[in-house]
Every structure is written in structure tokens, then in C-alpha cells.
């Protein structure tokens, strides 16, 4: 699962909760795969991103010294901080691990690097 992913993941379909995001994250086990980077499609993608969850991604990838926790202005004028963000976004592919509801304290595996988020009936 790459870490751009993650944060568009949400536990709001259980019954009861309100938001369910962000999901907490664990790393188990993770691989890094790289890609050619596009600063535009950073760019472009990070109005639709929550920057709190970014940051959190980061601490639990060990990159927290890369990304800024608060959203710098301007930051499509640098260039080191969308390739740090690329790095972090797409080549850091989670292959093991777990996500928790922050309401329930559901849990949800990630196994070879797909994150099961099928709930159980009783659930929905």
C-alpha cells in the first residue's frame, strides 16, 4: 500500500463512527520502490491530501525529519520538499502492517501490501 493511499482511507463505514480518519498506521514490514518523479502531480495532489495524516505517514516511516508538520506556503516552489513528499507518497510501499479506527480501535491488517478493510456484519 503506498502511503498516498493511506490517506485517503477512512473506518467511517463502521456503525457509530463519526469520522474514522485519520486510520492509526503501523509498519510492519516496507519496501521502497522508486518511481519517476512528476512535481506537478505532487503539486497537484496535495490540496486533496491531509497534511496532519501526511505528517503522521512520515513519523511512522521514520522520514518525520523530511516533512515539515505544519503545510509550508509556497510549496510548489520547492522542489526538495515535493521530492521528499514523492518519496514518501509513492515509493514507500507498506507491505505489512495494520490500521486502527481512532473511534473503535478496529483493527485492519495489511498483508503483501493490501490493506483489508472488508468489515464483518455486525459491523455495518
Known amino acids: 500500500m503506498k502511503l498516498s493511499t493511506y490517506n485517503f482511507l477512512t ?12 486510520l492509526k498506521l ?15 502531480f505532487v503539486e497537484r495532489l ?17 522520514l518525520a525529519d523530511d ?7 509556497n510549496i510548489g516552489e520547492n522542489e526538495l520538499l515535493l521530492q521528499k513528499l514523492h518519496h ?9 502492517g495494520q490500521l486502527e479506527c481512532p473511534e473503535t480501535g478496529r483493527i485492519f491488517p495489511i498483508t503483501d501490501g493490501i490493506p483489508n478493510m472488508l468489515l464483518n456484519e455486525d459491523e455495518v
Open 46 to 62: 496535495l490540496p486533496k491530501l491531509d497534511w496532519a495524516a501526511v505528517y503522521g505517514a512520515a513519523q511512522v516511516a521514520e
Open 26 to 40: 503501523t509498519i510492519n514490514k516496507k519496501d521502497v520502490v522508486e518511481s519517476e518523479f512528476n512535481p506537478t
Open 67 to 73: 516533512i515539515p508538520p505544519v503545510q509550508p506556503e
Open 11 to 22: 473506518s467511517m463505514a463502521i456503525k457509530g463512527v463519526k469520522v474514522g480518519f485519520p
Open 88 to 96: 514518501l507518497l509513492f515509493e514507500i510501499d507498506v507491505l505489512e
